[in-house]
């Protein structure tokens, strides 16, 4: 795997966010509303009267609550013999939502074959929950609990992220053991790409200076006002201080039209595709274009054709989004909804081609 930006190569594992950084500042006054679906608020006030906290003590005490774990059970194969046989897994997940909805990495629950699924929170107590929403390609699940009254995190707005910003992760690495585990460190570079297999590029991230460890996937990267701005995802395996998180600003439709309808059904273009430069690297040629997505194959039916896309087109825009991968052509779809039209925009030989797409599911 590699780090596609400005051409360092890195191998990036799945895996979550901790991190080094020594420095701390004195919070005076923090006053924010916690939580997307929560009626609660939190206000983090310093007085001279009370016992002083800097930044890292202030938005712990907010974001713990919201902060749990995820422990599952899967049955795999993946043996000499075949044999079925139980794997246990540790993550952490972010509660979203009052009513028991809760945010995490979908390799946290094996991409929705985990047979058992048990969410622990701050307060010690757990329950059994259900994954009922979750796409391998962004990393990102929604699991659902039968338990309502809870702390609903503070999301913040990742795009008012900047490098050399605060950044702060709560979770569990290395398993319930060290459990809301406090890491911090700074916000070190945007919109990073990287290859997560031969396959799949994850693009957008946010990196922070993270020494990161398993079972922290899934948790929140917060900022000095303790909101959440990123979901830990992935660290860099041949280097130190390399960590990655997804933009909370993804996950914020989603999160909303699970909690709206219990689930999110995204609109289909109706194509078979590959990112640009593997197919360059499976069938050694170089074409036109230096990124975007190759359409090999377009379906019957689908928007796609009714819009007059071809195989061997190269999607390199959709409305005002670049394409540059499968994962960025993903990400765009969870925009639209049944019936919206937009503009695309393909290479054809060699040549810009602008299309109108009406999309359905």
Do not use: C
């Amino acid at each position: 795997m590699k780090l596609k930006n400005k051409g360092i190569g890195l191998i990036v594992v799945v895996a979550v966010i901790s991190s080094i950084l020594g420095s701390s500042l004195t919070l005076f006054a923090l006053k924010d509303k916690i939580g997307s679906g929560s009626s609660q608020s939190s206000n983090i006030v310093v007085s001279e009267d009370s016992k002083s906290q800097n930044v890292y003590q202030a938005v712990a005490k907010k974001a713990t609550p919201s902060v749990v774990g995820i422990t599952t059970t899967s049955v795999s194969q993946d043996n000499m013999f075949a044999i079925p046989q139980e794997t246990q897994g540790v993550g952490t997940g972010i509660i979203v939502d009052s009513n028991g909805y809760i945010l995490t990495n979908s390799h946290v629950v094996s991409d929705g074959d985990a047979t058992k699924v048990s969410v622990l929170f701050s307060d010690g107590s757990d329950i059994d929950g259900k994954v009922i929403w979750y796409d391998s390609q962004m990393d990102l699940a929604m699991v659902k609990v039968d338990k309502t009254g809870l702390t609903a995190a503070d999301l913040g707005n990742s795009d008012d992220v900047a490098v050399g910003d605060i950044s702060i992760a709560i979770g569990n690495p290395l398993g319930l053991d060290l459990q809301k585990s406090v890491t911090q460190g700074i916000i070190s570079g945007l919109d990073r790409t990287i290859s997560t297999s031969q396959s799949t590029n994850m693009t957008g991230l946010i990196q922070t200076d993270a020494s990161i460890n398993s079972g922290n996937s899934g948790g929140p990267l917060l900022n000095e006002k303790g909101q959440v701005i990123g979901i830990n995802t992935a660290k860099a395996s041949q280097g130190e201080g390399l960590g990655f998180a997804i933009p909370i600003n993804t996950a914020k439709n989603i999160i909303n039209k699970v909690i709206k309808d219990g689930n999110y059904e995204k609109v289909t273009l109706g194509i078979k595709g590959t990112d640009l430069e593997t197919y360059e690297q499976a069938v050694g040629q170089d074409l036109t274009g230096d990124s975007g997505v190759y359409v090999a194959e377009v379906t019957s039916g689908s928007s796609a054709e009714k819009a007059k896309m071809a195989a061997g087109d190269i999607i390199i825009k959709l409305g005002n989004t670049e394409i540059t991968s499968m994962n960025d052509l993903n990400k765009a779809l969870y925009g639209y909804s049944n019936g919206d039209k937009a503009e695309i925009t393909v290479l054809r030989n060699g040549r810009e081609q602008k299309l109108t797409v009406t999309f359905s599911k």
